[in-house]
C-alpha cells in the first residue's frame, strides 16, 4: 500500500500549529461548562495518550475512577463515555429523537460508500427505503422461514465437513468454518451461489479482504479530526479502504452483470428466488431511485455487517465452552434430550433449549460484537448535574457494561446460568445487553444473525466432542482479542473434532 511522503508529514505539523489556537481556545472554553468527569486533558492532545491498548477495555478502567458518564477528549474531538445501562437508556431511548447522522468517517468515503450506506446515512427518506427493503425482502420472518431449508443445508455441509476432519484427525479452524457457512448462506440469500468451500482459500481470501475493511477503518485517521487533510489522506486510511472496496464492488458488479445479461438474451429464463431478482426489478420500473451503483453498495453492506460478528460469536462461544467443558456437555445433554443424536437442531426447536440460549447470551455478556455504540445530538442533553455537550462522539461502552460488578456476579467469568430464568434478551430494551444495538440504528440482521448462531453453535457440540490442538490445555486457550472496532480473537481457534460416544 502506498505510504504518505515524508513532506506530507511536515504539512501536517505546521497545519496543526496553525489550528493550535482555536484549540486552545476549545480547551479552555470547555473548563468552566458542565461536562462530565474525566481524566486530566493535556493542551493539543486531549487524552490521546492515555488510551493505548485496547479501546474500550481502557475506557472502562477509566469509568471505574470518574463514573458511568466521563468526558474525554482526542485532539479537537469531545467525546462522552457512558458505561452504565441507566445513562445508555436515558441517551439512546429518551433522547432519541435528538440524534443526529453519524460522523462520516474519511474511510467511508472511499468510492462515495457513505452517500449509499444504510450504516452512514442520515435518517431520511433513502435511510427509511434502504431499511424497508431490507426488513421485507432478508429480514422479515416470513422471509426467514421460507429460507429454512437453505440454513439447514448448509449446516449440514458444516457437519459433514467437522466429520471429515474427525476421520482424518484434522484441527478445525473455527472461525473460519463459522465464516464459510454463514458467507454461503448470505451468497446464497443474495445471489443463489455459494461464495465458499471447506476445502479451498476461496473463503479465506474474502475474509481477508473483509477483514481488511474491518482493520483499516479501526485505525486513527488524522483526516477525521482535521477535515482539511481529507484531500492529501496523509495515512493512506482512505486510499486502503479503496483497494478493499474495490475488490468487493468488482465481484458485485460482475454477478449483477452476467444476471443482467441471462434476463436480456434467454427466452428461457429462470427467476430465482434471491434479494439480486428483486432490486433488478425494482432497477426497471419507472421513476426507480435504484440503480446499479446503489444495488452494489447495499450488498457491500450486508456482506461488511455479517460476517465478522456472526462468525466471531461462534468463536468465542467455542473458545468458552472448550474451557468449560462442563458446560458444554451440559448444552449437549439438553439438545440430546430434545432432538436425539445424528439429527441436526430445527429452528423451531431454539426456543426448547434454555441453556443454549444462556451460553449465547453469556458470550455477548462477555464478547459483544461491536464494543461500542455511537451517536451523535443535535443539541445538548442534560444528564443528571451534567450536559452531554451537541456533536459531541457519545460511545456507550458494550464491553464495560457487560463486565460491571455492580450489575453481575464474577463478571468475569464464564456463567450462562446467570440468564436462566432470567427476562433479560438482546432484542434492544435491556440495557444490560445491547450486542445488536437498540432504537432506530438497531442491527438489522439480528433476526438472522441470531439464528445462525444458536444453530451453528448447537450443530458444533451436538454430535462432536472437541480438544485444543497441540496438547494445550483448555484452561490456557489464549482469549485475548485483536484491536479493532469488532470483537475478534487475537489466536484463531483450532480445536480437533471426535465423534461422541455417549
Known sequence: MDKAPPFLLLLLVVILFFILYRIFRHYLGQKSSKLPPGPHQYPIVGNMFQLSGIF???LAKLSKTYGPLMSIKVLNRRMIIVSSPKVAKELLQKHDHLYTSKLVLDSA??????????????????????RKLCKEQIFSSERLNASQGLRQEKLQQLCNYVDGCC?????????EAAFT??????????????FGNYESNSSRELKEIISGVVDTIAKPNLSDFFPVLRAIDPLGIRRQTKFYFGKLLQKFEEIIRQRLQEREKSLAYLRRNDL????LDLTQQQKSEWGIEEIKHLLLDLFL????????????????LLRNPEKMERARSEIREIIGRGKLVQESQIFALPYLQAIIKEVFRLYPPATTISRYYEADIEIGQYIVPKNALVLVNLWAIGRD?????????????????????VKGQHFELLPFGTGRRMCLGMPLADR???????????????????????EDVDMSEKLGVTMQKAVPLKAIPTRTTV
Request: charge should be negative; proline fraction near 4%; glycine fraction near 4%.
Open 56 to 58: 474500550h477495555s481502557t
Open 109 to 130: 468515503r472511499a468510492f462515495d460508500y457513505h452517500k449509499f450506506s444504510i450504516i452512514w446515512l442520515p435518517v431520511n427518506g433513502q435511510w427509511h427505503n434502504l
Open 167 to 175: 476421520i482424518n484427525g484434522e484441527a478445525v479452524d473455527i472461525g
Open 181 to 194: 457457512t454463514i458467507l454461503n448462506i448470505l451468497s446464497n440469500t443474495l445471489f443463489s451461489v455459494d
Open 276 to 279: 439480486l431478482e428483486v432490486l
Open 305 to 320: 455487517a455479517a460476517f465478522d460478528t456472526t462468525s466471531s460469536t461462534v468463536e468465542w462461544a467455542i473458545a468458552e
Open 405 to 425: 460488578s455492580s450489575l453481575w456476579s464474577s463478571p468475569d467469568s464464564f456463567v450462562p446460568e446467570r440468564f436462566l430464568d432470567s427476562e433479560i434478551d
Open 452 to 474: 445462525f448462531i444458536h444453530l451453528t453453535v448447537a450443530s458444533l457440540i451436538h454430535n462432536f466432542d472437541w480438544k485444543t490442538e497441540g496438547g494445550i490445555k483448555p
